[in-house]
């Protein structure tokens, strides 16, 4: 077991591989026939790139597009592709090579001569598109060629004048490098015409970067006091201060070797922000293969800190480390950093593990931050106790009561797997774990660590426990307060302090508390009217369902008609399955009387929720010609995630749009998440009041 985590790097990596090959087509082409000569045909082959995407041409000299013809003795080609516009490669000093990119729109040209009067024209199309935005992404992407022709039913046309109008329609368009074009100013300026968020997208990465950077910190303070770690920090000390009769210099050293180790830590961070990119994370958080993925490694680093086995480097890896570092130095400095992350690897893999999945699932910059919190705490004892050598004294001892940490650590990550297993579970409709089944096993989790830190259960590489002492009773104590708190969820309690951590209560089988009367309920007002009596039963409700007794719709057409026969404004909910911050605002602002009374009983509720991998019949697929990336969208969620790009300019969730029954938004703000309720009332009531003028008119 003890390469097992270079088992799980290989698996990761072929994850990001599958992940590539689900990225939607950036380059898309349309393909057209036409005779040009006694049996001769041209080929016309137009590419279209997404916004600030680009294709190289036929002279790049590192990835040019490459037309690959099925050898056939129906046809064979005439002379070689060419390209419109005729772009002519420059020197790219970054690449270090002649580059040749479309910014635009092209259309290539093949001539083929047919041995017949019916063919059929095979082949594919080679190439690189990369992204002009900070993200700076490339893909290679494959485009095949199945074209039927039948030369009696094709319109004919002259070659010159195919050359003629190729040359007229197609320019060389220049590359912005951030400058406003006619187009971005336009997209812009219907972006600003549909929605406004007041900011509230950009508050809540500020503080999601914020949160993930001490929850990363605390996590580093932990991995201090492991059995790998603590017994390294007196000999790190003694050795700068006893390596150099300068003391300072000693210091100075020991400083370097500080930030040496955040170095190396950010490190991983970035390679993992680097490698993934912004688009990754809506796959991690959504899809199934990566969330049972995260759920066996964090089963597996359960087990590794239950003393069922113990992961490491190869001793390779460490013994050549260790040699750089005997060089001195910074440069030995460094590599004595790298030494002691790769020695304290099997207490620390596990909580980097954690930290960077949880992070890679928001923003691009959550893992370098958390890296950098991680780094910062691993790294604070090392320095300081260089500089204050005296406070050495006060260090606790080493002792199984580290064990002890680990053990814990363990129960925390054993709780934490279920979340991912929950989401896959929520997004493909499995009915594995329902909300009460996911308590349970919470309860039984915390329960158990419960009664390991009163010292009832032992572990393998755990000491006597002779007597329990005061830290240990107040954790045993806060553990047992967690585990009453969680039993009344498993009867209908909202638990609103886990609210985005555990399944919502639409998952629960069985609610006590509404069956009798003690919650969940509208006592404070009177319901207007039964919506699904009059509106006829939601589509997809046999696997979506509203919280709070809300009746909500979870298709968008059969919403609107329901709303234009009740004559009610609609509210919109772009939510997701996996996402935790649309549980929190269901369970800590909708489930508030002021809103939960307007959302009943003055407007058409419609989820969509962009995650859902519910398939859909093919007449309600979103044509790939329809969609904003071109592909097909063939499953409830990816079709809900198309239409909020495409028309509402934005692909985070919760979203909460408010419009009329035909459509039309009816106020320009929208909502994101923001828990405060006043001011979620005050934007429904501006719809509601927007609805009414409307009605006037």
């Given at each position: 077991?003890?390469?097992l985590?270079f088992?799980?790097l290989?698996?990761?990596?072929?994850m990001?591989?599958?992940?590539?090959?689900?990225?939607?087509?950036?380059?898309?082409?349309?393909?057209n026939v036409?005779?040009t000569?006694?049996?001769?045909?041209?080929?016309?082959?137009?590419?279209?790139?997404d916004?600030?995407?680009?294709?190289?041409?036929?002279k790049?000299?590192m990835y040019?597009?490459?037309?690959?013809?099925?050898k056939s003795?129906?046809?064979?080609?005439?002379?070689?592709?060419?390209e419109?516009?005729e772009?002519e490669?420059?020197?790219?000093?970054l690449?270090?090579?002649?580059?040749a990119?479309?910014?635009?729109?092209?259309?290539f040209i093949?001539?083929?001569?047919?041995?017949?009067?019916?063919?059929t024209?095979?082949?594919y199309?080679d190439y690189?598109?990369?992204?002009?935005?900070?993200?700076?992404?490339?893909?290679l992407e494959?485009?095949?060629?199945d074209?039927?022709?039948?030369i009696n039913?094709?319109?004919e046309?002259?070659?010159?004048?195919?050359?003629a109008?190729?040359?007229?329609?197609?320019k060389?368009?220049?590359e912005?490098?951030?400058e406003?074009?006619?187009?971005?100013i336009?997209?812009?300026?219907?972006?600003?015409?549909?929605?406004t968020?007041?900011?509230?997208?950009?508050?809540?990465?500020?503080?999601?970067?914020?949160?993930?950077?001490?929850?990363?910190?605390?996590?580093?303070?932990?991995?201090?006091?492991t059995p790998?770690?603590?017994?390294?920090?007196?000999?790190?000390?003694?050795?700068?201060?006893?390596?150099s009769?300068d003391?300072?210099?000693?210091?100075?050293?020991?400083?370097?070797?500080?930030?040496?180790?955040?170095?190396?830590?950010?490190?991983?961070g970035?390679?993992?922000?680097l490698t993934?990119?912004p688009?990754?994370?809506q796959?991690l958080?959504?899809?199934?293969?990566?969330n049972?993925?995260?759920?066996?490694?964090?089963?597996?680093f359960?087990a590794?800190?239950f003393?069922m086995?113990?992961?490491r480097?190869?001793?390779?890896?460490?013994?050549?480390s260790d040699k750089?570092a005997?060089?001195?130095?910074?440069f030995g400095t460094f590599?004595?950093?790298?030494?002691?992350?790769l020695?304290?690897?099997?207490?620390?893999?596990?909580?980097?593990?954690?930290?960077?999945?949880?992070a890679?699932?928001?923003?691009?910059m959550?893992p370098?931050?958390g890296?950098?919190?991680f780094?910062?705490?691993?790294?604070?004892?090392?320095?300081?106790?260089?500089?204050?050598?005296?406070?050495?004294?006060?260090?606790p001892?080493?002792?199984g009561?580290?064990?002890?940490?680990?053990v814990?650590?363990?129960?925390?990550?054993?709780?934490?797997?279920?979340k991912?297993?929950?989401?896959a579970?929520?997004?493909?409709?499995?009915?594995?774990?329902?909300?009460?089944i996911?308590?349970?096993?919470?309860i039984a989790?915390?329960?158990?660590?419960?009664l390991?830190?009163?010292?009832k259960?032992?572990f393998?590489?755990?000491?006597?426990l002779p007597?329990?002492?005061v830290?240990?009773?107040?954790?045993s104590?806060?553990?047992?307060?967690f585990?009453v708190?969680?039993i009344?969820g498993m009867?209908?309690?909202p638990?609103?302090?886990l609210s985005?951590?555990?399944?919502?209560m639409?998952?629960?089988?069985?609610?006590?508390m509404?069956?009798?009367?003690?919650?969940g309920?509208?006592?404070?007002?009177k319901?207007?009217?039964?919506i699904y009596s009059?509106?006829?039963?939601?589509?997809?409700?046999?696997?979506?369902h509203?919280?709070?007794?809300?009746?909500?719709y979870?298709d968008?057409?059969?919403?609107?008609?329901?709303?234009k026969?009740?004559n009610?404004?609609v509210?919109?909910?772009?939510?997701?399955?996996g996402c935790?911050?649309?549980?929190?605002?269901?369970?800590?602002?909708?489930?508030?009387d002021?809103?939960?009374?307007?959302?009943i009983?003055d407007?058409?509720?419609?989820q969509l929720?962009?995650?859902?991998?519910?398939?859909?019949?093919?007449?309600?697929?979103t044509?790939?010609?329809?969609?904003h990336d071109?592909?097909?969208?063939?499953?409830?969620?990816?079709?809900?995630?198309?239409m909020?790009?495409k028309?509402?300019?934005?692909?985070s969730?919760p979203?909460?749009?408010?419009?009329n029954p035909?459509?039309?938004?009816l106020?320009?703000?929208?909502r994101g998440?923001?828990?405060?309720?006043?001011?979620y009332?005050?934007?429904?009531d501006?719809?509601?009041?927007?609805?009414?003028?409307s009605q006037k008119k």
């Amino acid at each position: 077991m003890k390469h097992l985590s270079f088992l799980f790097l290989t698996l990761f990596i072929s994850m990001s591989s599958v992940y590539a090959q689900m990225e939607p087509q950036r380059i898309h082409w349309k393909m057209n026939v036409v005779k040009t000569g006694e049996q001769e045909v041209t080929l016309q082959m137009e590419s279209t790139p997404d916004e600030h995407w680009h294709l190289y041409g036929l002279k790049d000299e590192m990835y040019p597009v490459y037309f690959e013809y099925a050898k056939s003795t129906n046809y064979s080609t005439v002379d070689s592709t060419i390209e419109f516009p005729e772009i002519e490669a420059s020197y790219d000093e970054l690449m270090g090579a002649n580059r040749a990119q479309f910014n635009g729109k092209a259309l290539f040209i093949q001539k083929f001569k047919l041995e017949s009067d019916t063919a059929t024209i095979k082949g594919y199309i080679d190439y690189q598109t990369c992204i002009t935005t900070e993200d700076g992404r490339c893909l290679l992407e494959k485009q095949d060629i199945d074209i039927p022709v039948n030369i009696n039913d094709i319109q004919e046309i002259s070659y010159d004048n195919i050359l003629a109008d190729a040359k007229k329609n197609y320019k060389i368009v220049e590359e912005t490098h951030g400058e406003k074009t006619e187009s971005d100013i336009k997209v812009k300026e219907e972006a600003e015409e549909i929605v406004t968020d007041g900011g509230e997208t950009d508050d809540l990465k500020t503080k999601s970067l914020w949160a993930i950077f001490w929850v990363a910190f605390g996590a580093g303070l932990i991995a201090i006091f492991t059995p790998c770690v603590l017994p390294m920090v007196p000999m790190t000390v003694t050795f700068f201060m006893k390596g150099s009769e300068d003391k300072g210099k000693g210091k100075r050293q020991a400083l370097f070797y500080g930030v040496s180790i955040i170095i190396i830590f950010m490190l991983i961070g970035t390679i993992v922000s680097l490698t993934l990119g912004p688009s990754f994370a809506q796959w991690l958080s959504t899809h199934w293969l990566p969330n049972i993925f995260f759920f066996v490694i964090f089963l597996v680093f359960a087990a590794a800190f239950f003393g069922m086995f113990e992961l490491r480097v190869p001793n390779w890896m460490i013994n050549k480390s260790d040699k750089q570092a005997d060089k001195g130095g910074l440069f030995g400095t460094f590599f004595m950093a790298f030494t002691l992350v790769l020695v304290s690897f099997s207490c620390t893999a596990p909580i980097v593990g954690a930290i960077l999945v949880m992070a890679a699932q928001g923003d691009v910059m959550q893992p370098l931050i958390g890296m950098l919190g991680f780094g910062l705490a691993f790294a604070l004892p090392f320095t300081l106790f260089a500089m204050f050598p005296k406070w050495l004294n006060s260090m606790p001892k080493s002792g199984g009561w580290m064990n002890g940490i680990k053990v814990i650590l363990g129960f925390i990550e054993l709780a934490l797997s279920l979340k991912f297993l929950s989401v896959a579970d929520m997004t493909y409709h499995w009915g594995l774990l329902d909300r009460e089944i996911y308590l349970a096993l919470w309860i039984a989790i915390f329960t158990l660590m419960g009664l390991y830190l009163l010292g009832k259960i032992k572990f393998a590489h755990d000491s006597d426990l002779p007597f329990l002492k005061v830290p240990r009773l107040a954790l045993s104590i806060i553990t047992f307060a967690f585990v009453v708190y969680l039993i009344p969820g498993m009867f209908g309690a909202p638990l609103k302090a886990l609210s985005g951590w555990i399944p919502p209560m639409a998952t629960h089988d069985f609610n006590l508390m509404e069956a009798g009367g003690m919650g969940g309920g509208h006592s404070s007002f009177k319901v207007k009217e039964d919506i699904y009596s009059k509106g006829g039963t939601p589509k997809y409700a046999d696997v979506i369902h509203s919280p709070h007794g809300i009746q909500g719709y979870y298709d968008y057409e059969q919403g609107l008609e329901v709303a234009k026969k009740l004559n009610r404004p609609v509210f919109i909910d772009f939510s997701g399955h996996g996402c935790v911050n649309c549980r929190k605002m269901e369970e800590q602002v909708w489930n508030e009387d002021p809103v939960l009374k307007r959302l009943i009983n003055d407007f058409i509720v419609i989820q969509l929720y962009t995650d859902d991998r519910t398939g859909l019949a093919e007449e309600d697929w979103t044509p790939a010609n329809e969609s904003h990336d071109g592909v097909e969208k063939k499953t409830l969620g990816d079709k809900w995630a198309d239409m909020q790009i495409k028309r509402f300019k934005r692909n985070s969730q919760p979203q909460y749009i408010l419009l009329n029954p035909d459509g039309e938004m009816l106020i320009k703000e929208t909502r994101g998440f923001n828990l405060d309720v006043d001011e979620y009332v005050k934007f429904l009531d501006d719809g509601i009041e927007a609805f009414k003028k409307s009605q006037k008119k």
